[in-house]
């Protein structure tokens, strides 16, 4: 046993979620991923050998690591989003496991909103197909920073590193046209483990990482918003001690912090009230702090005693984010019913939730071409569209590319109360007017 | 790096920290259900960490199985009454004197009557949110859960068909009748509650460390010998040092052998362990599918 100075503890977190058709071998990957970084255990492993006895003729399947479901081990799918967790000396990592052939959008995005890393795996007899291009749009779509395009099953074509750069050539062709920055093509196979985590003796022709390697070292540092402060408030904390003077008139407001940086004294606007005021303190449970930022918790006391409750916004004063309730935005629709101009909604934003009528359905995305067509009459499941909104009252955001925590939305239906849309708000055409802000007490 | 830089631990927190403050922000009648085990003692400290200087804007919740290692039960009260929190305890054992729950013939484990008698509190006192300490990485069926986590009005889990959750954006809303089940450490790992533990010098109850105890070895495990499942003839009690790993019921929880006597003899104890947590627990292992099972009957 390694004395416990030993034990490292992760430097920080990578999240990334896989994605492919069904038999591209997710769930084989992500199995090969925990098995060959020793993320398993005796008793995982003895658990796959006897399911192996009963469902798989005595071949280990590892993807039943991930299919938890009773329905998904008898189907041989995967139904919903699967979390796995692992930790190497470097980074601790939560893989968020989407499904591939039913709700793909639906459960992709759930997968993916949080994500740093994407992987699309693509099978290198088959190459791209409608899905890859489909989930790559979603990446880009989700502003997802970092994506890895796995060529898997590289044994079932002899390792042939003319198939890999043929595929490598078809993602060129629509990558331009997306909004991806960092892309990496790996050529591996997840059933045997070569360049999963060890690098392949087959792939001589290939000086990259291996997968693993690379998820340890890409670059997430500043994958968090620092420009821009932004404070929604989730919870008004006044103590109900009269008793104490310390605490009789303490009155803060409680929030993760979702953009920039907040200093004591600093000067901030408190939205809608419209008030300039100024944080008096910054106060955390392990004490009061100088300054916060992104995506810390914190309690802000201000100076002066103004109307602030959750769903408000405390921002800085540079950088002001928008003010409308005329808002345009890119959804993912999720339900069944499908959306159509004219129906309301609650609109749920930062800690805010407002009714929301859909004013106008602009485009749809043609996930074949990848071209917008213009007036959809309607948004079925798993479309992805842009829209226009009026909202009951305005919102206090920030356009989806500049901060996704501000920058996005849900819609609920209303009656059901079913989560039916994933939005990400388009830049505003108008920001708070400093005469929102010139109201100084 | 620059100094606006959070480790895993602090992202982990501050997400959960979230969670709670959306939970007091969004439910009219939340509780916390607080049994004393590890993963409870961090919820706790990051419901102060969500909340103070205010008290926890919610009672703590606790389903007495009347199985418990009583070393527990001691160890919830202490805890409760430190943070000056109101702790409901439900039994099953009033459960079934009020024929709410209801035993099947020589049926021992109260495991599946936890079920009716949670339903019965929630009821009770209207409750529409519980926040739990369960994690995705302790079991399969719980790695598809989501942190919100729907219940209809049976408190029922419909796994084919839960709401998309997307980023940190969580949708709260019930009809009448209908419940949610909230998990804020649904992204920690059973190490990092240990470490989490460690950093925020937290108190757990005695029994996580090395003891001497009578156990009799079972089904390839040291259970606690107890009255309730006496050791057959074939059995031999024994004295082992052992300490347990996770805690259910005195019946079916396994013990470890183990030296450990600090959180770091424990930290580094699981980094070399070679079974999971839940590879102690005699009711996970009853078949593949017995936490879905359990789950989908309102289990948390």
Redesign the interface.
Known sequence: ????TL?N?????LRFNTCGSVDDGKSTLIGRLLYDSKSL????IE?LER?ADITGGGQINLAD???????E?EQGIT???????F?TPR??F?IADTPGHVQYT??M??GA??ANLSIILVDARTGVIEQSRRHTAIASLLRIPHLVVAVNKMDLVGWSEERFFEIRAQFEEFLPRLDIKDVKFIPLSALNGDNVVDPSPHTPWYSGPTLLGHLETVHI?SD?N?QGFRLPV??V?????PADPA?HD?R?F???IAGG?VREGQKVLALPAGIVTTVKQI????GMVGEA?C???VTLVLEHDIDVS?GSMIIGLEQRPGYSSDLQAEVCW?HTRPLQPGRKY?L????HTVQVVVSELVTKLNMATLETEAGPAELAVNDIGEIRLRTAKPLVFDGYGTN??TG???L?EQGT???VA?GMLRPPREIVKSENGDYVI | ??S????????????A??IM??V??EFERPALLFSGGKDSICLLRLA????????IPMPLLNVDTGHHFPELNDFRDRRAKQLGARLIVRTVEDAIAKGIAQPSPGEISRNRLQIPTLLAAIEEFRFDCCIGGAR??E??????ERFFSFRDSFGQWD??N????????Y?G???PGENMRVFPL??W?E??VW?YIRRERLEVPSIYFSHTRKCVRRGGQWLPANHLVPPKPTEQVRDVVVRVRTIGDIISTGCVESPATSI??I???I??????ER?SRADDKAS??AM?DRKKAGYF
């Not at chain 1, 749920?348 to 800690?351: D, M, P």
């Not at chain 2, 839960?162 to 954006?169: H, M, V």
């Not at chain 2, 980094?271 to 999971?276: D, F, P």
């Open positions: 046993m390694p004395p416990p034990v503890v992760p430097v920080d977190i255990m005796e008793d995982q658990a399911s690591l991930t299919d938890g479901l009773r329905a081990r139904i919903d989003v699967a979390y796995r967790y930790a980074r601790k939560i639906r459960n995005v759930t909103s949080t540092a968090w620092l989730q919870w904390n006044r103590p109900n001690n605490l303490f803060g409680s929030g993760q940086i106060w955390t449970y392990d930022f995506p810390q918790s959750r999720m609650f749920k934003h930062t800690t996704r925590l996005s939305f849900i609920i109360n079913a989560t994933a | 790096m620059t606006y830089h959070l480790d895993h631990l602090q992202h982990l927190e501050t997400e920290i979230h403050r959306e007091a922000g102060e960490k969500a909340f103070r200087p205010s008290d995705r990485d079991e399969k069926a719980r790695a598809k796994p084919k839960q709401r998309p959750e997307i980023w940190n954006i949708n809303r019930l009809n649904s992204n790992t190490m990092d470490q770091d003899d930290i580094a104890e980094a070399a362990a070679r079974v999971t590879g593949e599918a879905e």
